[in-house]
């Protein structure tokens, strides 16, 4: 198994729609978890941390669930600038290791 | 926010010679920096781990011999893909953590795409 898996998608939605992506995690130590954004033959970008309360970014949220080791981000009225690759990101060894999941694939159309 | 710079960002090289790869962080000091690998539609694979004023650790699989991983200082990194072949083409990216254990942000450098020829 995986140590962090994601559906790769990819996902194709029309512009306005809403869409979610799930990600779960192996390692029950893992301390710090993020969703990265990665464009086509770009560097990874940090989009928004998660945290166990959850938290909000404009048209992005994200929410951790420790008990069933699972992240997810919700993006709302997507805009064609969304399409890109959305990385599920948990790390571990006192924050130092980062790994990261396959990515989910947007594609959002008009 | 803190800036890591990578270069160089392509290159290709012939079969058999070696490519050195920097990263730099600009506006703050990395005692560790990260080396990853992407193939085309894969996540990115961490190859090792750079410790400044020591050696770097190596993840499972990955070559110390001929990936070269030299860390000099608080603000340099070099990764040296030696007696490069055609299966070592990839994306290679560096990164640094800035932040405390709370707050920590990986920041990437823009990335090396090499071409083995």
């Known amino acids: 198994r995986k140590e962090v898996e994601q559906d790769p998608g990819p996902f194709n939605v029309p512009e306005g729609a809403t869409v979610a992506f799930n990600c779960t995690y192996s390692n029950s130590a893992s301390q710090s978890f993020f969703w990265y954004r990665q464009d086509c033959r770009k560097e990874p970008k940090l989009l928004m941390s998660?945290?166990?309360s959850g938290n909000e970014d404009g048209r992005f949220t994200a929410q951790l669930n420790r008990a069933s080791q699972y992240i997810s981000l919700l993006i709302r009225d997507s805009k064609l600038s969304d399409s890109a690759t959305y990385l599920c990101?948990?790390?571990?060894?006192?924050?130092?290791?980062?790994?990261f999941g396959t990515g989910t694939q947007l594609k959002v159309e008009l | 926010g803190a800036v890591v710079s990578q270069h160089p960002s392509r290159v290709i090289c012939k079969s058999g010679t070696s490519v050195k790869i920097e990263c730099r962080s600009l506006d703050f000091q990395a005692t560790t920096m990260f080396w990853y690998r992407q193939f085309p539609k894969q996540s990115l694979m961490l190859m090792a781990t750079?410790?400044?004023?020591?050696?770097?650790?190596?993840e499972q699989g990955v070559e110390k011999d001929k990936f070269l991983i030299n860390h000099a200082s608080l603000t340099l990194s070099t990764l040296t893909v030696t007696s490069a072949h055609p299966e070592d083409s990839s994306f290679y990216i560096c990164?640094?953590?800035?932040?405390?254990?709370?707050?920590?942000?990986?920041?990437f450098g823009q990335g090396t795409r090499l071409t083995v020829v």
């Open positions: 750079s410790n400044e004023g020591s050696k770097a650790t190596y």
């Open positions: 990101v948990v790390t571990t060894g006192g924050g130092n290791k980062l790994t």
């Open positions: 990164s640094a953590l800035s932040g405390d254990l709370m707050n920590t942000e990986a920041f």
């Open positions: 998660v945290y166990s």
